[in-house]
Nanobody, 121 residues
Framework: QVQLVESGGGLVQPGRSLRLSCVAS????????MAWYRQAPGKQRELVAH????????NYAESVKGRFTISRDNAKNTVYLLMNNLKPDDTAVYYC??????????????WGQGTQVTVSS
């Protein structure tokens, strides 16, 4: 069984930083693209950032370009999201997403349970 577990969310003042982490565990054989999404109250879930398996291609939502950085450590099955200069509009539940092949031969998209980020003074 494969799981994604996020951590690092919390309450932070505008202009400050947070780093989110997401660890994949279980009967994993390969991890492909990994991404962070977010969902604010009353809004649809949106893609924040995506990174390919070899970190060769990265893309960001326009609203976070220049402020957020996605990275991954394949040895640790972990993806990170460094969020700088946070704004109140960044308040949302942040979800980790990954394409993973497991030992039973299946390949699926997995989601974490989400971590709350609140930006407020």
């Amino acid at each position: 069984q494969v799981q994604l577990v996020e951590s690092g969310g919390g309450l932070v003042q505008p202009g400050r930083s947070l780093r989110l982490s997401c660890v994949a565990s279980g009967s994993i054989t390969s991890i492909y693209g990994m991404a962070w999404y977010r969902q604010a109250p009353g809004k649809q879930r949106e893609l924040v950032a995506h990174i390919t398996s070899g970190s060769s291609y990265i893309n960001y939502a326009e609203s976070v370009k220049g402020r957020f950085t996605i990275s991954r450590d394949n040895a640790k099955n972990t993806v990170y999201l460094l969020m700088n200069n946070l704004k109140p509009d960044d308040t949302a539940v942040y979800y980790c997403n990954a394409g993973i092949s497991s030992q039973d031969g299946s390949t699926k998209m997995y989601w974490g349970q989400g971590t709350q980020v609140t930006v407020s003074s």
